[in-house]
């Protein structure tokens, strides 16, 4: 029986499929996507924009194949990358052949602008031959033009139906290593059309709000969207477009899954807005802090709070826990206890070479992260 019923999450059930050597569905872990965005000519400039989406935690990471020669130099990109590849299809279905036999993990194509029947057959086969996944990409701003003219405009049933017509088209050819998205820059129309297609199919499902925006922007819209699906239990993969740099989507899609305890990596940082009580600048400090501890990938949690209103109860709550006194003299907390004062020249460093020693700790085994959530806290009161 569950101690907090209020925080599960109970997932769709669905098969799941391989992307290269990452499991995608059934109970492997919502994994983080995203997408190069330097030509894919230019093989040095997209391997090392892999690296540093690899640095921050990218699972799977797409890249687009417009032309012949970035389907050349694709194999170059597979070989180097350390995560499965997926290649991006639009248009030019040879392409689409050429990354399958250049080792490209997953097959990336929109159903609106692929072409035939037959066309998709020989994608079919290529993905066949080399053991690609392939996902079917609906998207709102690019439905096929009978399903527009059906509907009107662009809705729920129209991504639907588009899904649904193109996983027959894979099944009729006996392929079921596929995904599926119903993209819409629209967060209402996304997700009716996930939730509708999550009780029609038994395939795993990429989510994703497509052109959401800026970062700030594209965030918020990003987490309404995408995170009120995870909640629901939907999603299997999850790709955050934003118009920034790919590595900051992959941090995003971390927080989003951390926010909902559906998968951790690295320091989550728990932090007030500040105001005038604040023992020290807390804007800054977290500013600071979360810079310094991007190195570590140890999942753990560290509270900065700028004064005793709310900060030891926070503290309480977490591995390492900073709290604003006066006189430039602050409160560390270990594992919800208080432990001592350091004052602020020291104060930086001092929770950095903490952070990294708990996290060398639960490394080495020598050390749990704290977790208050696995059983009720009995509060300072009651255990005396």
């Known amino acids: 029986m ?105 097959l990336r194509i929109n159903p609106g602008n692929i072409g035939s029947a037959d066309r998709v057959a020989e994608v079919v086969r290529a993905a066949k031959a080399n053991g690609c996944a392939i996902r079917i990409g609906v998207n709102a701003g690019s439905l096929e033009k009978d399903l527009l003219e059906k509907y009107g405009e662009p809705c729920p049933e129209a991504l639907i139906e588009s899904a649904l017509d193109h996983i027959k088209l894979l099944q009729d050819h006996d392929f079921h290593e596929f995904k599926v998205a119903v993209k819409a820059s629209d967060v209402f129309l996304a997700v009716a059309a996930y939730h509708g297609l999550a009780d029609a ?17 594209g965030t918020v819209k990003s987490s309404i969207g995408i995170g009120s699906l995870l909640w629901a239990g939907i999603g299997d993969t999850i790709r955050v477009s934003l118009s920034a740099e790919p590595e900051e989507e992959v941090k995003v899609g971390y927080e989003m899954l951390k926010a909902l305890g559906l998968r951790t990596r690295g320091v ?26 991007e190195h570590i990938k140890t999942p753990m949690s560290l509270s900065v709070l700028g004064c005793v209103v709310n900060g030891p109860g926070e503290a309480r709550e977490t591995d390492i826990g900073l709290t604003g006194g006066g006189n430039g003299k602050h409160m560390v907390y270990l594992s919800g206890v208080k432990a001592h004062a350091i004052d602020d020249e020291a104060m930086l460093d001092h929770i950095v070479r903490l952070v990294e020693e708990k996290a060398a700790a639960i490394e080495a085994g020598e050390a749990v992260a704290f977790d208050p959530h696995t059983a009720p806290q009995k509060t300072p009161e009651a255990a005396e």
């Open 201 to 217: 199919v038994d395939c795993p499902l990429h989510l994703g709000i497509t052109e959401a925006g800026g970062l700030i922007g």
């Open 268 to 293: 989550r940082v728990v932090s007030c807005p500040s105001c005038s009580r604040q023992g020290f600048d807390v804007i800054r400090t977290v500013e600071t802090l979360e810079k310094r501890l």
């Open 2 to 106: 569950s101690v907090r019923p209020w925080r599960d999450i109970e997932r769709r059930e669905c098969r799941q499929i391989m992307v290269g050597n990452v499991p995608v569905g059934g109970d492997a872990p919502i994994t983080v996507q995203t997408m190069t965005n330097t030509p894919t000519e230019d093989v040095k400039a997209t391997i090392d924009q892999i690296r540093r989406c690899e640095d921050v935690g990218c699972d799977i990471i797409r890249v687009s194949c417009p032309t012949e020669e970035s389907t050349r130099n694709f194999r170059q990109i597979t070989r180097a990358a350390h995560i499965p590849v997926v290649a991006d299809i639009h248009f030019h279905y040879k392409r689409a052949l050429e990354a399958a036999d250049a080792g490209a993990a997953c």
